[in-house]
């Protein structure tokens, strides 16, 4: 994933700019909704679903919070921090699973 680039405002916080930029969060936070609601987070699921990263503004260090999941801004990165249910599911789920009698 590309990482987000943003612009200053006047006031110092900061929003992305780019269309491609705001397209990489936009499909991440899509895609955590799509797991989330087809393994039983319907709550986080709709919440991303309803957040529009292309008007986010945020300042040297924001928080999201959200059922299960902190999205927190530090400058122009991005952290995402699961709960341990959320990220124990996450991971099994996204770790690919091997045939019986392989190691």
């Not at 590309?2 to 990489?24: K, N």
């Not at 986080?44 to 299960?68: A, P």
Request: charge should be negative.
């Amino acid at each position: 994933m590309c990482l987000p680039e943003v612009s200053f405002l006047s006031s110092g916080a900061r929003r992305l700019i780019h269309y491609s930029s705001a397209q990489g969060v936009a499909l991440t936070f899509d895609g955590l909704a799509t797991f989330a609601s087809t393994h039983q987070f319907g709550a986080l699921g709709q919440q991303l679903r309803n957040c529009d990263v292309s008007n986010i503004e945020f300042d040297t260090r924001e928080q999201m919070s959200f059922s299960g999941l902190d999205v927190v801004t530090v400058d122009d990165k991005w952290q995402f921090k699961f709960s341990h249910q959320v990220g124990d599911a996450l991971s099994l789920w996204a770790t690919p699973s091997m045939p019986d009698g392989c190691s």
